[in-house]
């Protein structure tokens, strides 16, 4: 199914259509979650693949097997994506793990009524922007990313595939305060303290390590390790859809490489924007490794 020139436009927001079609849009809305499963949703280029290998070692006890020989899109399919039906009716592995970046609005409904565990995984809104333009670089199913100061003026607009960042945090997140069943996790802890991290996902999933496996985990969804792994670092995906050569999938995995793309200017446009948009909304956010975390 390449589609690659072809966008979905799905309630007002666009979706590639290398993997989504309407249909498969429409199923995610429909889907009957089982209380056993376990969502990780997130807006892209926030940490989705490094939170899909933390499940996949916690639920594994650290053992790297599973991480190691099967694909993390097979692993923990995207909801919204065609071939998600046909890889979960073929598993047989509990609890199922699925990935979203479908917005609250959307899914919300359907998760009603349901125990599934929820994570939400959120980065700071500047490195997500630099992650993301250096993604369409390389993925031909993505539209031409155009300038740098382009691409930054459509994410501020809520224009990009896959919609507003700033709805899809706040949605988002203002659920996870309020239930047992969510916990938000953000790019920054995973980076800063990624065993502290693993303990927090383990607790909501009551699946409790010891030391030895909590160690295990660490060591096999460490960046340099998720960076080299086939199965996580998209390398198996054909050049015709994702091209290589542009630069790698998992690039830096540093928190304030921001700091290389944008100019004082777009720097200050970008904090006006999200302090008007982010109003009433008191998430921190840690923009480089010694900064204290900022309230908005």
């Given at each position: 199914m390449a589609r690659l020139d072809v966008l979905e436009n799905f309630h007002g927001i666009l979706f590639p259509g290398h993997l989504h079609t309407q249909e498969s849009l429409q199923r995610a809305l429909e889907f009957p979650f089982q209380d056993t499963d376990v969502l990780i949703v997130s807006y892209p280029k926030s940490g989705t693949t490094w939170m899909q290998e933390i499940l996949t070692l916690i639920t594994s006890k650290g053992d790297p097997y599973l991480s190691q020989t099967v694909p993390n899109w097979t692993r923990a399919p995207w909801l919204e994506q065609h071939y998600c039906a046909a890889v979960l009716e073929a598993s047989s592995t509990t609890p199922r793990v699925i990935t979203t970046h479908l917005p609250h609005h959307l899914l919300g409904p359907t998760l009603q009524g349901s125990k599934a565990k929820?994570?939400?995984?959120?980065?700071?809104?500047?490195?997500?922007?630099?992650?993301?333009?250096?993604?369409h670089k390389m993925?031909?199913?993505?539209?031409?990313?155009?300038?740098?100061?382009?691409f930054l003026n459509q994410f501020l607009e809520g224009t990009l595939t896959f919609g507003s960042w700033f709805d899809h945090i706040k949605d988002w997140t203002s659920q996870t305060a309020a239930s047992d069943n969510m916990l938000h996790i953000t790019y920054e802890e995973m980076s800063l303290d990624l065993p502290g991290t693993i303990k927090r996902?383990?607790?909501?999933?009551?699946?409790?390590?010891v030391e030895e496996e909590v160690n295990s985990c660490v060591k096999h969804c460490s960046f340099s390790n998720m960076k080299t792994n086939r199965m996580v670092n998209y390398t198996l995906i054909p050049e015709e859809i994702m091209d290589h050569s542009k630069g790698s999938f998992?690039?830096?995995?540093?928190?304030?490489?921001?700091?290389?793309?944008f100019t004082e200017e777009q720097n200050r446009y970008l904090r006006s924007v999200l302090k008007a948009k982010m109003q009433g909304c008191n998430l921190e956010f840690v923009w480089e490794e010694q900064d204290e975390e900022e309230t908005q």
């Open positions: 929820v994570i939400y995984v959120s980065r700071n809104p500047k490195d997500v922007v630099v992650s993301f333009y250096h993604f993925a031909k199913f993505l539209p031409d990313a155009g300038s740098f100061p382009e996902v383990s607790s909501l999933l009551q699946c409790p390590l998992m690039r830096k995995g540093k928190i304030g490489d921001w700091k290389n793309m």
